[in-house]
């Protein structure tokens, strides 16, 4: 059976099961070359139908990720398209008035500036819905079914919509390898289809919702708190949870004090000392006058405290020990490391990106485990899901384009490209399968020697214009990772969705992969059989160094999505320091002077 699954909105994504297997998997934004792109993924469904060989009338089911699709936000482009100013400008005069003052304000007159009717389907198709009106959401909805039934060929009786948390949570255990015992299934997020977070039992590939919650408000806490840090929510929580460790915890305590004072856990329930109307202004007032480096502390501190008071009881009253998560705060790898390290934990596994892109592979999951399908489903075991090319497709980009009459091009080994790292030049790889999701796993990868710390600075000015507190993260060979890592539970990292405490010999090969504060690290753990090509560079870089581990970074400039072709890699490369760029086993080389 071919079942295509679909995240519609926040960085749309398609995904294609094939008789239980995931065989395709990308996002719109990877195509269109924007960022967290939300329009509907023409594209990306494309890619999925060429990839599996079929036609779309092959398509036996659309599953789509949810049951409500928000027509004002998709209509605007919030997720993709607005700045900061635009969501403090939401705060403002939409939210404010709402919720403080009781004023009926419309989204799309607040933002009729941000309308982007010039987007798939096309702009008649927009314009043909009043925004706000009774009934316009369900008209949206309409309007992508007919979008995907003109673009397959299919009749719209083979369109599904699906419960969003169930969808999540099916991407969480059917994407894990616990399969053959019980699990905890945890999902967790702002809100989708009704719900902020929900608990499962899973037993024998069967899933049974235990605990529904439409009042944890962790993600929208820390969403908004990003905010008021003056960042953009939806897109650098990452860089609020990786300024945390910086913060002294004198600077921390009265941050970490004001999040406590509102939700805690009482059991599996989650109850309020004080409820705050609403996320921004509360606690704008609140926490006026306490240090940046303190908030970011003390909501990280408060996030991984309740979570794992939370996942503590619901394992008390389970007395299931192996846990699941999917969902936005199954992001925050510090809190998924600090449950991990829980003694009534025995095992720990987060599929790869686990926020609302992930609804296209758990769409795929949770419609096959409806129809009784579940025992064939393969589970994740790898996230090289996007568009191949081939060292053929890479010689002929290389001569359709001259390459060679301005750059040095040359057919490379492992070992060569080893000992150029071990030299300290910084090298984009665009080689086979692009990754699926938000984290680069050595094919769409700036990869870099993690030995010296200057390596940061090197690649931030070159190239990732990050900020100077964001820490950088290694591949690690898989019969390493104990010289390394602090993991005596043996959990299974291959996706970067876990950070660990790390060992004194890690500090000395690995530091510029570490947070350069608390010394944790966000690995990848390879194994050779996940990506043969990509391990032997690393481990050519052993045999020359004694260092089982590489710095990778995701490939791609500051505020644009990972590469996804030979062209966007050559993009990166010629408006950047990188050093070098790895196309299949073809190097292109700067000529200098």
Not at 255 to 275: C, N
Not at 407 to 419: G, L
Request: hydrophobic fraction near 35%; glycine fraction near 6%; aromatic fraction near 10%.
């Amino acid at each position: 059976m071919n079942i295509l699954g679909l995240s519609i909105g926040q960085l749309s994504t398609a995904a294609l099961l094939v008789d239980g297997r995931i065989v395709a998997c990308a996002s719109e934004e990877r195509f269109t070359r924007k960022k967290n792109d939300t329009v509907y993924p023409e594209q990306a469904i494309n890619y999925c139908i060429k990839e599996a060989g079929i036609k779309g009338k092959e398509i036996d089911l659309v599953a789509i990720g949810s049951k409500f699709l928000d027509f004002e936000y998709a209509l605007t482009k919030k997720f993709s398209d607005f700045s900061i100013a635009d969501y403090v400008r939401s705060q403002k005069d939409y939210w404010y008035p709402k919720l403080y003052e009781g004023k009926d304000v419309k989204w799309t007159d607040v933002f009729r500036d941000k309308i982007v009717y010039n987007q798939p389907p096309g702009p008649d198709a927009w314009k043909s819905i009043k925004p706000e009106q009774p009934g316009s959401h369900a008209e949206f909805e309409e309007m992508i079914k007919a979008a995907i039934c003109r673009q397959l060929g299919i009749a719209s009786d083979r369109i599904v919509m699906l419960d969003h948390h169930a969808t999540h949570a099916s991407y969480a255990y059917y994407g894990s390898p616990f399969r053959d015992e019980k699990c905890l299934v945890f999902t967790i997020d702002a809100w989708g289809d009704g719900l902020n977070a929900t608990i499962s039992i899973a037993d024998k590939n069967k899933m049974t919702r235990i605990k529904a919650y439409d009042d944890i408000n962790l993600a929208r806490l820390y969403r908004y708190i990003t905010l008021l840090l003056g960042m953009k929510p939806n897109e650098h929580e990452y860089k609020v949870m990786g300024l945390a460790p910086y913060s002294k915890a004198y600077n921390m305590q009265k941050s970490y004090e004001i999040f406590k004072a509102t939700m805690y856990v009482d059991g599996l329930d989650f109850k309020y000392r004080e409820k705050p109307r609403d996320h921004y202004f509360h606690f704008k007032e609140r926490l006026e006058g306490q240090r940046f480096d303190g908030i970011a502390a003390g909501l990280q501190k408060y996030i991984e405290e309740i979570m794992c008071q939370w996942v503590e009881n619901a394992v008390k009253h389970t007395g299931i020990s192996n846990v699941v998560f999917s969902g936005g705060v199954a992001m925050n790898c510090k809190a998924m490391h600090k449950i991990g390290q829980l003694d009534c934990v025995s095992g720990i596994f987060v599929c790869p990106s686990g926020s609302d892109e992930s609804l296209a592979i758990g769409a795929c999951f949770s419609a096959a485990a409806e129809r009784g399908m579940q025992d064939g489903l393969e589970h994740m075991k790898t996230s090289y899901l996007g568009p191949e090319f081939t060292d053929a497709d890479a010689r002929k980009f290389i001569d359709d384009n001259r390459l060679s009459e301005k750059y040095d091009v040359k057919k490379t080994t492992a070992r060569q490209v080893a000992r150029l790292l071990a030299q300290g030049n910084v090298i984009g790889r665009c080689a086979g399968r692009m990754e699926f999701g938000a984290r680069a796993l050595g094919n769409r990868t700036i990869l870099a020697d993690p030995r010296s710390y200057k390596m940061v600075r090197k690649i931030n000015e070159a190239i990732k214009k990050r900020d100077f507190w964001m820490p950088f993260a290694p591949t690690i060979l898989f019969e390493r990772q104990h010289d390394y890592l602090e993991n005596p539970k043996n959990i299974s990292a291959p996706f970067m969705t876990i950070t660990f405490d790390t060992k004194e010999l890690a500090e000395k090969d690995l530091i510029a992969s570490l947070h350069p504060s608390d010394l944790t690290t966000r690995p990848q753990i390879l194994k050779k059989e996940d990506n043969p090509a990509y391990y032997e560079i690393i481990k050519e870089f052993e045999r020359l160094t004694g260092v089982g581990g590489i710095l990778n970074t995701s490939f791609n400039l500051h505020g644009e999505p990972i590469v996804c072709s030979p062209a966007d890699a050559m993009h990166v490369f010629e408006n950047s320091d990188i050093d070098m760029l790895l196309l299949g086993t073809f190097l292109v080389s700067k000529r200098r002077g």
